[in-house]
């Protein structure tokens, strides 16, 4: 999950994510192997209390300097590294991806390659991108509260 990206769209509609519903969800898809939630550190006071109780690993991004003096986010770096490597694993079948940018797209493409069954679960922020290289019935609603 690329926290920043939907928190951030949930605030604006004035609702949070639904944590607990998402867990529900994911466990449609089958047995969750591991569940990610990608943030960047400056995020760490927003996030809900209940994460560890449904199984989420936190993940913290730290800021990066890239040759000037902007502050970058790394989330979507670490997500595409992290997220390639389990796609070696035989015994993941299938890629969650719970965001809605584009830059998911290398991920989602090497997952593919592989042989993994690949869904999206965002906003209707979805990229373009991502809705022409994924199936349509794989792209469900973010749950919001």
């Given at each position: 999950m690329d926290y920043k990206n939907v928190a951030r769209n949930a605030t604006e509609k004035g609702k949070i994510v639904d944590f607990k519903k998402l867990h529900e969800l994911?466990?449609?898809?089958?047995?969750?192997?591991?569940?990610?939630v990608f943030i960047p550190d400056n995020y760490v006071c927003s996030l809900p209390n209940d994460l560890n109780n449904l199984g989420f690993?936190?993940?913290f991004c730290?800021?990066?300097?890239?040759?000037?003096?902007?502050?970058?986010?790394?989330?979507d770096i670490n997500m595409i590294q992290i997220g390639t490597r389990f796609c070696y694993f035989s015994e993941i079948t299938d890629i969650v991806i719970v965001g809605h940018d584009k830059h998911m797209a290398h991920l989602i493409k090497e997952a593919k390659n592989r042989k993994k069954k690949v869904?999206?679960?965002?906003?209707?922020?979805i990229s373009n991108i991502l809705r022409k290289?994924?199936?349509?019935?794989?792209?469900y609603?973010?749950?919001?509260?």
């Open positions: 994911l466990l449609e898809f089958g047995e969750i192997f591991l569940a990610f690993e936190v993940i730290q800021k990066m300097t890239e040759g000037s003096d902007k502050l970058e986010d790394t989330v869904s999206i679960i965002g906003t209707e922020k290289i994924v199936d349509m019935e794989n792209v609603n973010l749950p919001l509260k």
